[in-house]
């Protein structure tokens, strides 16, 4: 198994702590079963980012603001958990038999 996660996210603006150093960009990160896979720095434009899926688990992405020396600016966001199996396949679920039927001749009787 492997594929990709796009996580995006919205933002919205809220007082900047204070003494807290000029704001840079965002930290983005995936936890698989509460351990983190992979992080992305993005930009402060940036509103996505892709994370690979290579195990079974119970996922988290999360993204905060980051200042310039990486401390997070309020609190992070987080999806919500969501559960990736292990490869799928589909296999028969149904069968259905059809006969056809003959009509039988019909005799009119006069």
């Known amino acids: 198994m492997n594929f990709l996660a796009t996580v995006t996210f919205d ?3 809220i007082l900047k702590p204070a003494g807290t150093a000029p704001a840079a960009g965002y930290m983005a990160w995936m936890t698989r079963d509460n351990v983190t896979t992979e992080m992305k720095q993005l930009s402060s434009t940036e509103r996505s980012a892709e994370f690979n899926i290579a195990q079974a ?11 310039i020396n990486g401390a997070s600016i309020g609190n992070a966001a987080e999806s919500t958990p969501f559960v990736v199996n292990e490869e799928m396949v589909d296999v028969p679920l149904t069968v259905t038999v059809t006969i056809p039927v003959e009509v039988p001749n019909t005799v009119v009787v006069r």
Do not use: I, L
């Open 11 to 13: 933002t919205q603006q």
């Open 57 to 67: 688990g119970t996922y988290v992405a999360r993204v905060v603001r980051v200042d």
